[in-house]
């Protein structure tokens, strides 16, 4: 079990940047695959960026490749989500979400099984 929390969404003009964070609380924070995704006002949840257990492999959702990063810190029970490049089209709410199921969750939205509440992004045109 593990609980997560975002921070540091705010409001970022287009090109700027954002560093997302996610703590979590849990005993074993290394044995969960993350990932993040977003929701758009009136779209589907859609998966951004994952990481493994290890943090040895990542995926990205092919409208943030380039620009975003994700990365994880085992040790702080950390994961972030460094955006750069930002986009009025990446305004949404972004979730942190855990797998407990596999090492690598990958972009299905099925392999997480813990979500935290949401940080909201806006980027200005």
């Known amino acids: 079990q593990v609980q997560l929390v975002e921070s540091g969404g705010g409001l970022v003009q287009d090109g700027g940047s954002l560093r997302l964070s996610c703590a979590a609380s849990?005993?074993?924070?290394?044995?969960?695959?993350m990932g993040w995704f977003r929701q758009a006002p009136g779209k589907e949840r859609e998966f951004v960026a994952a990481i493994s257990r290890s943090g040895g492999s990542t995926g990205y959702a092919a409208s943030v490749k380039g620009r975003f990063t994700i990365s994880r810190d085992n040790a702080k029970n950390m994961v972030y989500l460094q955006m750069n490049s930002l986009k009025p089209e990446d305004t949404a709410v972004y979730y942190c979400a855990a797998a407990s199921t596999a090492y690598y969750g990958g972009s299905y939205i099925g392999n997480y099984n813990y979500w935290g509440q949401g940080t909201q992004v806006t980027v200005s045109s």
């Open positions: 849990g005993r074993t924070f290394s044995s969960y695959s």
